[in-house]
Structure formats: C-alpha cells, structure tokens
C-alpha cells in the first residue's frame, strides 16, 4: 500500500495564479467544449485551436475565438491538448513541438503519451496532467452544479518551478478540486487503461451472462433488460455506493435482497478472474498494450471488433425489446468497408479471438 497518498482540494487552488495567463484549448470534443466553457466561466481568458470544421463552428457559436492549431499554441501561455491520446502524436511532432516556447505550460488530460514516452516535451516547458474522473459532459454538468468533479493530477516537468501552483489553479477554474489526488502519469495511464480493459470487460460479460441464463430460462427479454439495465436500479445502487459506501448501501435492499446476495455471492470467489485481471494489469504496465494500439493490426483489428460488437445477440435482444417498450431505437452503425477481405487479411487472418468473435455474431 502506497504510505500517505496527497490529495488536493478546492482551499489549495488559487484561481488569480493564472488570471492574467492567456489559455489555448486545443479540441473542442468531449473534453475540450467542457473544460473550455469552464475555465471561461471562471474568469480565465481562452481561445480554442481547432481544424475548419463542425467542432470550430460550434466552438464559433459558443462566442470563442478560434484559430488553426499551430496559432492558438503560439498566442497562448497555458495549452490544453484535449484532442484523442492517438492523434495527438503526429499533432503534437509536427505542428506543436517545433513552436513551443521557454515557460509555456502544456495541459495533459491523460497520462498515456507521456506515461508510455510515447510523447517527448523540450526541457523549457511545463508539462502537467489534469485528468477528470468525469466524461465530458459531466465535467460541465458538475461545475454548473457547483457539485465539481475528480481528477487525477501530476507534474511531469516544472521548467518554471511554479508547476504545481499552475495546475492547482487550473484544476480549481475547472471544477476539479472535489479530490485532487496527486499521481505520476504512467499510473494514471495504467489506472484508466485497467478500469476500461479488465473491470469494464468482466462487468460487461457478467452482464450479458446473466442476461443468457434467463432468457434461456424463459424470462421474457422485456422483463429481462429492464431488470437488468432499462430501469436503471443498478446504475442507481452503483450511485449509493459512491454516496454512502459499497457494503453499507445494501441496507437500501431488502433483507431476502441482502440474504440472498450475501449467501449466494460466495460462488462467484475464485474464478480465476483475479489473474486474468494480473494478467491485463502487467500487459498495460508493461507497455505491451501502448505498444499494440501503435501498430497498424490493432488499428485494422478495432476496424473488425467494432463491426463483430454491432453483430452480438445483445444487439437485436435489446432492439426487439426496445420496440415493445416504444423506446427510441437507434440507426444501426454503417460499415462501408470489406470485413470479410479485412478479417483475411495478413494481420489478422490468424487471430483465434477475432474468428472466435465472428463464429459468436450474428451474420
Ligand atoms: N472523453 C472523456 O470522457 C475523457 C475523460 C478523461 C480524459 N480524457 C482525455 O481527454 C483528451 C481528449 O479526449 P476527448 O474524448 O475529449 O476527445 P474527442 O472528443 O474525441 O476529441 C475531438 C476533438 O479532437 C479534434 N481532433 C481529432 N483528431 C484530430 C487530429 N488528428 N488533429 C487535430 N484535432 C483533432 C477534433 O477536431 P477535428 O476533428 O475537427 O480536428 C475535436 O475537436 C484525451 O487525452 C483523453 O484521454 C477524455
């Protein structure tokens, strides 16, 4: 156990550290959008850097100035970089890199690109980490709310020595200060990649099992997602166990609920799911999986699983049922391109969990 982890809250910012300080957000996505309009409401002066298209026009009629990129960065003395982790290499190696000057500081919200040294910075830059626990659009629900939000925060680089105020103040103008826990930018890497390919992963199968076993069982699927998913109980008790803790908001249960979970959550110890999750900790950690999401198989390999996703059981289940609950269905995805000349392809032809995801599509 780490000894005295150091955590940050909304007293140890200080927003008129960075008041006069000019601020570029380059990306106007999920992120970019939230945490410009926030840091905007909290009195900071921000223009956004973005490429001629739908992203600027909104950031347009939001009432930001918005230039190309490479100008935004060079008129600014504080940059967020909120474009995604794998395009923001080649950004960042052409256009960024080569114009950054003595004492600007540079804004990361994820630790992968440096946590991995995928991402070099010259020694005269600041180089933080603000990531928000939050999607983009709570992140801006959250400040609005006053309620703020989690972040993980780290400095890499402090070329100026004042690092650390900087992104206690920035992290403050965010909304960020609810918690701020102090970590370097691998972990934070490793953490958020964990949490999105072992928990999410083992939930998500967990669900859709269970799902399996009751239907089977001749449960009908109206009956079966809205227990499972539509009505939202679970989303509600994973909430209380935020609010009031994991084991203590099973007293908002009934005692049969609490008895039978309890008695009958013993069966599920042992699975051998802990190793498989050891497993993907040391792939990440290691560097394995950064090292693969670089390569040009992955990039044809997510290309292939997000077809096959569309193609699962799961998907016409929940469309059947959504029609009898007069539920908004969705378009289904279009994919333009040849899977099948992709799934033969060299990089792929061979891969058992591709071939093994298709014989378990729907086609
Ligand atoms: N999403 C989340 O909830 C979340 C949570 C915590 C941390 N983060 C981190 O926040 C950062 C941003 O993630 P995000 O989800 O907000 O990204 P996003 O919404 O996918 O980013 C979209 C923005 O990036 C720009 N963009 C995309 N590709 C580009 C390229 N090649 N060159 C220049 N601009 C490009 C887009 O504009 P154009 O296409 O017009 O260029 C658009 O403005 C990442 O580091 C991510 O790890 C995200």
Redesign the pocket.
Known sequence: MPTTTRVSFEEDGDIEYVKHQSIAVI??????RAQALNLRDSGLSVIIG??D?K??ARAISDGFAVLE?QDAVQKADIVFL????E??L??FNTTIAPILRFGQTLV???G?NIGFGLLQVTAGTDVIMI??R???AGVRERYLTGEGFYSFVGVHQDATGHASETLLALTKALGGLRAAVWMNLKDEAVLDLFNEQAFGPAFGRVLLDAIDVLIANGMPPEAVLIEMILSEEMATTYRKMAQIGLIRQTQLHSHTSQYGAMSRGMRYIGLGIKSKMQTTFEEIAGGQFAREWQGKTAKLKFRVIRYFATRQKINRIERQVRQSLRLKIWEEDVFPEDIEALLQSPELKDDEELHRLKEMSEL
Do not use: C, V
């Open positions: 990306g106007y996505g999920n992120q970019g973005n490429r298209d992203f600027k990129p909120l474009i995604p982790d395009a923001l080649k950004l990361f919200a994820s992968y990531a928000p939050m999607i983009g």
